[in-house]
């Protein structure tokens, strides 16, 4: 025989991960090594969270699952963590595991296809309660059932806990029941609850199990006997549906109802000294959890969390509002919730924030964005939007308007002047003034602190079809337009440059500023032109684009280089013009990209988010970024040829198809340093192998084929 510990197999599969995605630094987590002591009502280990969706609506994300994205059915009843990673979920149509990636259904055990309960106990054992087949505990593959054949007093079984002594605790709908470590069952005999169905079981901080009946009869056991017994007639509180002992409170419960109050007090005194919790919109309180010190709630129409300060805080913006039966943390600190109506959903922590969710706005889609000190100029298809503390701006107040000819305007709000306007970028310059390119209908707008001055084609611009400004290191203004490009130097057009300059494509969609001080012009299908005092330059196919289509070209100083995106490529061009295309990006269709201050580069598509560092993209060789996309809690998907304002503090305003994200691009927030990495059980010729007791796999030295079962388990919206 050959022994191979649990601990050596996990770094022989950490060294394959390493060699074969070396920049992710991946540790693992050894099998049942857990510091935290509290259970949730499934027997899974409370942890700290690592995301707090109270009160907010950003800095997380809600996933729902159910039958259209995975998860095999669309209602689930319970949910627990097994310390090795696996997530698994109890409902109507059976036993499903989950590792992060795929939801597998358990169909090959006998008898367990109605699941209502499951319960981790600390032998690390998954118990199944069901609806009509009665309990059964999974252990290292091993499947152990009790049925009334076996001795259950009913076949329906609604909740599972486990007392200090490792005794098994089985809540059915005739009584309690009870297996010892001899695997065998022993009833609980008392007239008080035989043949009354029990609904919920509890273990407090007091050795106590505390217990609940469906008639609303509270009760604690010990030992197997109870305790204390308090009759749905005699209690002072009506109604009760669940129940919750107080860790730090030894004897005194919070019981729910099914309307919108919460009862705090000691059972051996029948709530004489009562709390009474007003859990308004919520109602029909279903399951209590204790996380982090606070007490969630989940209830018939929603989630709610207690505060000590501020009290009842309500969970907004997430799609599980209906039926909600359990909650419980991953070992990554994410919080998971259960619907009997709507499946699983999870909330995680991102770093991406949806600011038309955050200020109740419709949907449509967004060519630009800009910071203007406190307000976030938004730029759309209909005009302009200005958002300040969440909230909508009614009005841009206009102190002095003309145009740049001097013909005083009658217009006295900006709002109002881009009423019904096709806005496609706002640039703010050194000098703090914004710069709003429109199309067609008002030209290019300049607001200085309430001052604005309008350039059109009647005050030297090419057309009034402007596409964007680009400042010189001079303070003058470069305007890409349709007909060429126009200087604007002291609020008037000093200089224009077209077609009779030699640029024969005139539709353009960028311009930079060379390192030199030449002008560079992306044009829409004519490559680029670069104009110095030598004169105009052509570049395109022959000189390396992958594209002549050529929307945005992005000056790096530091390396002396441009960034270009063409329509199908992302290109990089050295001082003296030399055309380099990336050829192994994983993705063509890109609109634009921003730097930061760790050198990588984030590139905005029609797919989502590529981020990559810097000299990972020059050496041209692999190409391994991290992708955003709506999968990863982007909420928006990055719209075509927009531009989207990056502030000092790297605080990114994406311009989307369906509203605006926020992400700052100088937070690295993929983190998946501590990943839990597990091999629960290996296949020597067939034969399925777990660990001893000791965490060791002992096989036979004979064996010709071993086949290992390795996991990586990841419940952020992080992919490594």
Not at 107 to 127: A, F, H, K
Not at 255 to 272: I, K, Q, R
Not at 409 to 434: F, G, H, Q
Request: glycine share 10%; hydrophobic share 35%; charged share 20%.
């Amino acid at each position: 025989m050959i022994t191979v510990s649990k601990r050596t197999v996990q770094k022989w599969i950490m060294c394959l991960l390493f060699l074969s995605a070396l920049t992710f630094g991946i540790s693992g987590c050894v099998y049942g090594s857990e510091d935290f002591q509290m259970k949730s009502g499934s027997g899974t280990l409370i942890r700290p969270l690592s995301v707090d969706p109270v009160g907010r609506s950003e800095g997380f994300s809600a996933i729902l699952y159910d039958n259209t994205n995975g998860l095999p059915t669309s209602e689930a009843n319970a949910i627990a963590e097994t310390p090795e990673g696996f997530i698994w979920i109890g409902s109507y149509s059976g036993l499903i595991r989950f590792d992060g990636n795929t939801f597998e259904r358990i169909d090959t055990i006998e008898g367990i296809s109605s699941v209502v309960c499951l319960y981790v106990d600390n032998q690390n054992r998954l118990w199944i309660g069901t609806n009509d087949n009665g309990v059964a505990v999974m252990d290292q593959g091993n499947i152990h059932k009790w049925g009334t054949i076996e001795g259950l007093k009913a076949a329906g079984v609604r909740a599972i806990a486990e007392d200090q002594a490792g005794t098994i605790y089985v809540a059915t709908t005739a009584g309690i029941d009870m297996i010892g470590s001899d695997m065998k069952v022993v009833s609980l005999d008392d007239d008080r609850i035989n043949e009354i169905s029990v609904i919920d079981l509890r273990m407090g901080v007091d050795n106590l199990i505390y217990g609940l009946t469906s008639l609303g009869d509270l009760f604690t056991v010990r030992d197997g006997r109870i305790i204390t017994f308090l009759s749905h007639d005699e209690s002072r509180v009506k109604g009760v549906m669940c129940l919750i002992p107080n860790p730090s409170d030894p004897g005194y419960v919070y019981v729910g109802t099914d309307s919108s109050e919460v009862y705090y007090g000691s059972l051996e005194n029948n709530f004489a000294t009562m709390g009474i919790r007003d859990i308004s919109p919520l109602v029909y309180a279903e399951k209590f959890e204790y996380i982090d010190g606070r007490l969630w709630i989940c209830a018939g129409n929603g989630i709610g969390v207690f505060d000590k300060e501020v009290g009842l805080i309500e969970l907004e913006n997430i799609p599980m509002n209906n039926s909600i039966g359990s909650v419980m943390t991953d070992y990554e600190g994410n919080l998971w919730f259960t619907s009997t109506r709507q499946g699983v959903m999870k909330i995680v922590p991102t770093q991406f924030s949806d600011i038309y969710k955050k200020c109740n706005l419709e949907e449509n889609v967004v060519n630009t964005t800009c910071m203007y000190g406190n307000s976030l100029f938004i730029g759309t298809d209909t005009g302009l939007m200005v958002l300040e503390n969440n909230q909508v701006v009614p009005s841009i107040p206009v102190k002095n308007i003309r145009t740049a000819s001097g013909n005083p305007l009658e217009v006295t709000d900006l709002m109002e002047l881009l009423k019904d306007c096709r806005i496609r970028s706002i640039i703010m310059d050194s000098r703090e003034r914004l710069w709003i390119s429109t199309w067609r209908k008002c030209g290019l707008i300049c607001f200085d602190q309430g001052d604005v001055t309008v350039f059109t084609q009647d005050d030297g611009l090419f057309s009034d079809m402007v596409r964007t400004v680009y400042e010189r290191k001079d303070g003058s203004l470069l305007v890409a337009s349709t007909g060429g490009v126009n200087v604007i130097s002291e609020n008037q057009v000093t200089a224009s440059y077209g077609e009779k300059d030699g640029i024969t494509n005139t539709s353009i969609l960028t311009v930079t500023e060379g390192s030199q001080g030449e002008i560079i012009i992306g044009t829409d299908g004519g490559g680029i032109f670069v104009l110095n005092e030598d004169g105009c330059r052509h570049l395109g196919a022959k000189d390396g684009l992958n594209s002549e289509v050529v929307m945005r070209i992005r000056p790096d100083r530091e390396r002396d280089i441009c960034w270009i995106v063409t329509s199908n490529s992302l290109a990089y061009m050295t001082s003296d013009y030399q055309i380099t295309t990336i050829h192994n990006f994983p993705y063509a269709n890109n609109f634009d990209l921003y730097e930061n201050s760790m050198e990588d580069i984030w590139v905005l598509s029609s797919n989502g988010i590529y981020v990559a560092h810097a000299e990972e993209l020059l050496a041209n060789q692999e190409i391994q970024p991290v992708f955003y996309g709506s999968a990863n809690g982007l909420p928006v998907i990055p719209t075509a040829n927009s531009y989207s304002g990056l502030t000092a503090d790297g605080d990114l305003y994406i311009a989307g198809s369906t509203g605006v994200a926020k992400v700052n691009i100088e937070n690295s927030f993929e983190n998946i340093n501590d990943l839990k990495v597990a091999v629960p059980y290996l296949d020597v010729d067939g034969t399925r192998y777990y660990p001893n007791e000791n965490g060791d796999f002992v096989v036979p030295s004979k064996s010709k084929k071993l086949t290992f079962y390795s996991y990586v388990f990841n419940y952020s919206l992080i992919n490594p």
